[in-house]
């Protein structure tokens, strides 16, 4: 026994001295159950009960190259300490320089964690207390998991500092508020009613949420200032009826705002930019996804897991194009059913929208897709695609080459407009019983060359309208009086004319249409018949892609703003030239200007404005509005 003794003793020692900051080594410590808290792992007194824990401290830890962990503890029942342990080298992605899981009642205290990816990992456990810790880490600092409410229940101070920030954990508020901390890790669990608001959460762990209903994430900038190994900016788990508005969401090395088993949420005005994926719903169902932006993500929304009725609506995408040359996916709906995407605006994407293998019965409406790869991409059957302006693509709409992995059957393509594509829609030898119903080819062909091309089979064409081709309709009622066939494909009951004001022409075909008065310089008026654009995805989209052989006919488009501001407008992907004019709160025009078609100039008043109204070129001087003329309000539900 003497030898045993003696070396107690001597470990005790050597805890002192770590204290001191000359630590003894070990290598890593790896605990699977009670009977695994030894010497040999490091345990220098205790014997597992509340009265006396176990204790593991003072070791310098150098965690070897390969090696997941620093110390592991795992299944135990026992209270235990680690105390003052020094570790270093945790580097493995899917490790950490401490996890603790399925244990109950430990102590994490004084330990310094350095030249690691990960730093502590607490997984399906209960009242673990975790203070005075110092982590130096350039992953994640602290990562807590479980399934259910209990399992984030830990005393976690705000003594434990991430890379030289407080870490900030909060379980069980109930009606509170967190305003204006900064921090590199905010998690708050089990709560109610809190409202998290004003903060800063950049470089970390960003802001987790688990079990959290009712509440409110507003105003608060997540993600990345540098090239840092983080995950998410913001995590949603098991989290419900929440409303995320007015954020600033960037640089996430994956995920901007990641929802998982989340429903009944609200996303709502927030900013995504250059994340690698902005928003991803994975089995989380009933979330809305509106009036947000996208900037440079890789893939701005990506629905997945077997999501449900979720809707992404009237959302601003721009993809652009990365430093390596590819552009980025717009939306995708992956393993996913029963979902709306509609009225949203795309542009500079490799792939607009997909519909993946597995997704089925979406409905994919009214959105305004321009300027990209592809428009649209269709693996999956028995979705709906309507309404949508699909422009200036290689390729409109595609379904791609499965292989025979996967057939796209029963998909619906309604009262879709396609126009400056390379090719406006083809479809594969794996595609069956598709129907294209009333869709707007605004020209079938190019140079001779055909534009539209169905390789499926059982494909049902009616009532579609094939640009630039002679349909006969002696009967004057609209439609073909004899089928009209381009290659294999054979419309029964072709379209013979358009009336471009009554068609759905993605996000513009939603807008209310009313007719507003300008009084003139003279004292005189002038009535004129407008769309009005009040949500931004409405504003942003205007007349971008918009076909030249449509503006014959269809309204104008007024702007309205919620206050005064000096703004700009662009003309890159508008294929005409447009009169803008701009008025004041008051109605008082303060400038006007022809814009020039695809031009890259940014146009603008002397002063601020809080209306735009955009005519086809040459309006504003036929209907003699010009100085001194007067917006007659209201001119909305204002």
């Given at each position: 026994?003497?030898?045993?003794?003696?070396?107690v003793?001597?470990?005790?020692?050597?805890?002192?001295?770590?204290?001191?900051?000359f630590?003894a080594q070990?290598?890593?410590?790896t605990i699977?159950?009670?009977?695994?808290f030894?010497?040999?792992?490091?345990?220098l007194?205790?014997s597992?009960?509340?009265?006396d824990?176990?204790v593991?401290?003072?070791?310098?830890?150098?965690?070897p190259?390969g090696?997941s962990?620093?110390?592991y503890i795992?299944?135990?029942?026992?209270?235990?300490?680690l105390?003052?342990?020094?570790?270093?080298?945790a580097?493995?992605l899917?490790?950490?320089?401490i996890?603790?899981?399925?244990?109950?009642?430990?102590?994490?205290?004084?330990c310094?964690i350095?030249?690691?990816?990960?730093g502590?990992?607490?997984?399906?456990?209960?009242?673990?207390?975790?203070?005075?810790?110092?982590l130096?880490?350039?992953?994640?600092?602290?990562r807590?998991?479980?399934?259910?409410?209990?399992?984030?229940?830990?005393t976690?101070?705000?003594?434990n500092?991430?890379?030289?920030?407080?870490?900030h954990?909060?379980?069980?508020?109930?009606g509170a508020?967190?305003e204006?901390?900064?921090?590199?890790?905010?998690?708050v669990?089990a709560?109610?009613?809190?409202?998290?608001?004003?903060n800063s959460?950049?470089?970390?762990?960003g802001l987790?949420?688990?079990f959290?209903?009712d509440?409110?994430?507003?105003?608060n900038?997540?993600?990345?200032?540098?090239?840092?190994?983080t995950d998410d900016?913001?995590?949603?788990?098991?989290?419900?009826?929440?409303?995320?508005?007015?954020?600033?969401i960037?640089?996430a090395?994956?995920?901007?705002?990641?929802?998982?088993l989340?429903?009944?949420?609200?996303?709502?005005?927030?900013?995504f930019?250059?994340?690698?994926?902005?928003?991803?719903?994975?089995?989380s169902d009933r979330?809305r996804i509106?009036?947000?932006?996208f900037?440079?993500?890789?893939?701005?929304v990506?629905?997945?897991?077997g999501?449900?009725?979720?809707?992404?609506?009237?959302?601003?995408?721009?993809?652009k194009v990365s430093?390596?040359?590819?552009?980025?996916?717009?939306?995708?709906?992956?393993?996913?059913?029963g979902?709306?995407?509609?009225?949203?605006a795309?542009?500079?994407?490799?792939?607009?929208?997909?519909?993946?293998?597995?997704a089925t019965e979406n409905?994919?409406a009214?959105?305004?897709v321009?300027?990209?790869?592809?428009?649209?991409f269709v693996s999956?059957?028995?979705?709906e695609?309507?309404?949508?302006?699909?422009?200036?693509?290689?390729?409109?709409?595609l379904?791609?080459?499965?292989?025979?992995?996967?057939?796209?059957?029963?998909n619906?393509?309604?009262?879709?407009v396609?126009?400056?594509n390379?090719?406006?829609?083809?479809?594969?030898?794996?595609?069956d019983?598709?129907?294209?119903?009333?869709?707007v080819?605004?020209?079938?062909?190019?140079?001779?060359?055909?534009?539209?091309f169905d390789?499926?089979?059982?494909?049902v064409?009616?009532a579609?309208?094939?640009?630039?081709?002679t349909?006969?309709?002696e009967?004057?009622?609209?439609?073909?009086?004899?089928?009209?066939?381009?290659?294999?494909?054979?419309?029964?009951?072709?379209?013979?004319?358009?009336?471009?004001?009554?068609?759905?022409?993605?996000?513009l075909?939603?807008?209310?249409?009313k007719?507003?008065?300008?009084?003139?310089?003279?004292?005189?008026?002038?009535?004129?018949?407008?769309?009005?654009?009040?949500?931004?995805?409405?504003?942003?989209?205007?007349?971008?892609?918009?076909?030249s052989?449509?503006?014959?006919?269809?309204?104008?488009i007024?702007f309205?703003?919620?206050a005064?501001?000096?703004?700009?407008f662009?003309?890159?992907?508008?294929?005409?030239?447009?009169?803008?004019?701009?008025?004041?709160?008051?109605?008082?025009?303060?400038?006007?200007?022809t814009?020039?078609?695809?031009?890259?100039?940014?146009?603008?008043a002397?002063?601020?404005?809080?209306?735009?109204?955009?005519?086809?070129?040459g309006?504003?001087?036929?209907?003699?509005?010009?100085?001194?003329?007067?917006?007659?309000?209201?001119?909305?539900?204002?």
């Open positions: 026994m003497r030898p045993a003794r003696i070396f003793w001597v470990l005790i020692a050597l805890a002192g001295i770590a204290i001191a900051g630590a070990r290598g890593p410590i699977l159950g009670n009977a695994d030894t010497e040999e792992n490091g345990v007194s205790g597992g009960t509340p009265e824990p176990y593991i401290a003072g070791w310098e830890i150098g965690v190259p090696d962990y620093g110390v795992e299944n135990v029942t026992a209270p235990f300490v105390r003052g342990l020094i570790i270093d080298g580097g493995e899917d490790g950490a320089a996890r603790i899981g399925f244990a109950s009642g430990g102590v994490i205290e004084n310094t350095g030249s690691s990816l990960n502590i990992e607490i997984a399906s456990s209960t009242d673990v207390t975790v203070r005075n810790n110092v130096y880490v350039y992953g994640r600092g602290l807590v998991t479980g399934e259910s409410p209990d399992e984030y229940r830990h976690i101070e705000q003594t500092q991430l890379n030289n920030s407080p870490i954990y909060y379980h069980g508020l109930d508020r967190i204006g901390i900064e921090t590199r890790h905010l998690t669990a709560s109610r009613d809190v409202t998290i608001i004003g959460l950049l470089d970390g762990d987790h949420l688990a959290v209903t509440s409110a994430v507003t105003a900038v997540a993600g990345r200032n540098s090239n840092v190994m900016a913001i995590e949603f788990y098991r989290t419900e009826r929440v409303l995320v508005t007015a954020n600033l960037k640089n090395r994956l995920v901007g705002l990641k929802l998982m989340s429903s009944g949420n609200e996303i709502r005005g927030n900013y930019g250059v994340d690698d994926t902005g928003i991803r719903l994975i089995a979330n509106v009036g947000n932006e900037l440079g993500c890789y893939t701005a990506w629905l997945v897991g999501s449900q009725e979720n809707r992404v609506e009237g959302n601003i995408v721009v993809g430093a390596d040359g590819d552009r980025r996916q717009g939306i995708v709906v992956d393993l996913a059913s979902n709306w995407i509609v009225e949203n795309l542009t500079e994407c490799e792939i607009g929208i997909t519909l993946a293998a597995e409905t994919i009214d959105n305004t321009v300027a990209g790869g592809y428009g649209i999956g059957s028995h979705n695609i309507a309404g949508n302006l699909v422009t200036q693509h290689l390729r409109g709409i379904f791609p080459e499965t292989f025979g992995q996967s057939i796209a059957r029963g619906r393509m309604i009262a879709n396609l126009s400056i390379g090719e406006h829609l083809r479809t594969n030898l794996d595609s019983a598709n129907v294209f119903r009333e869709n080819f605004l020209d079938a062909k190019r140079d001779g060359a055909t534009l539209i390789y499926g089979t059982n494909g064409w009616s579609n309208y094939w640009g630039g081709e349909i006969d309709d009967d004057g009622d609209g439609y073909g009086d004899s089928p009209f066939a381009l290659g294999p494909i054979t419309d029964d009951s072709p379209m013979a004319s358009l009336e471009p004001a009554e068609l759905r022409v993605g996000v075909g939603t807008l209310p249409t007719t507003i008065q300008i009084e003139r310089g003279d004292g005189s008026t002038v009535e004129i018949e407008t769309l009005i654009a009040e949500a931004g995805s409405q504003r942003w989209t205007g007349f971008r892609g918009f076909p052989s449509l503006l014959d006919g269809f309204p104008g007024l309205a703003f919620d005064e501001a000096e703004l700009r662009t003309m890159v992907t508008v294929p005409f030239d447009l009169d803008i004019a701009f008025f004041d709160a008051s109605g008082e025009l303060v400038g006007s200007s814009m020039t078609a695809f031009s890259e100039d940014l146009y603008t002397t002063g601020p404005f809080q209306y735009a109204l955009e005519l086809a070129s309006a504003l001087e036929d209907l003699s509005i010009g100085e001194g003329a007067t917006l007659l309000l209201p001119v909305t539900g204002e």
